[in-house]
């Protein structure tokens, strides 16, 4: 093969390259474009009091949720374990304040405490410098 001939191989791969190249650009923008426009049509303005009524709705479950995990550690007899937990994990000093996710991880820091047959774990008493259950 002489050297003409590489040259000419070369510039010919160089130019399919460039077209394959300038192909997906237009692939791409082509996408992005239909995607704004999807986005446009599904998600309509939502109105102040639409946005407020759906941040009430969830405060409110959040607020469900927490009362339903204190309770949860209170009928299991470990609420100080989980404000211990709380404190470790540098949470607020006030349940109120916890978000929701941290309420998740409160929740799964108590199913800890639950045997598999569904009974809470003893809570250990410390008698004379002694663990016991």
Do not use: C
């Not at 003409?4 to 190249?21: F, H």
């Not at 309509?44 to 927490?66: G, I």
């Not at 470990?78 to 309420?103: C, K």
């Amino acid at each position: 093969m002489t050297n003409a001939e590489r040259k000419a191989r070369r510039s010919e791969s160089a130019r399919r390259a460039a077209g394959r190249r300038r192909q997906a650009k237009e692939e791409a923008r082509d996408n992005r474009a239909e995607q704004a426009r999807a986005d446009e049509l599904a998600h309509q303005v939502e109105t102040a009091e639409e946005r407020a009524r759906r941040a009430e709705l969830a405060e409110a479950k959040r607020r469900e949720n927490l009362r339903a995990v204190l309770a949860e550690a209170q009928r299991i007899r470990r609420e100080s374990d989980l404000y211990r937990h709380a404190q470790v994990n540098r949470w607020s000093h006030h349940p109120g304040r916890w978000t929701a996710e941290q309420i998740a991880a409160a929740r799964r820091f108590l199913a800890g405490f639950i045997r598999p047959d569904g009974t809470p774990d003893p809570h250990p008493v410390r008698r004379k410098g002694r663990w016991r259950l």
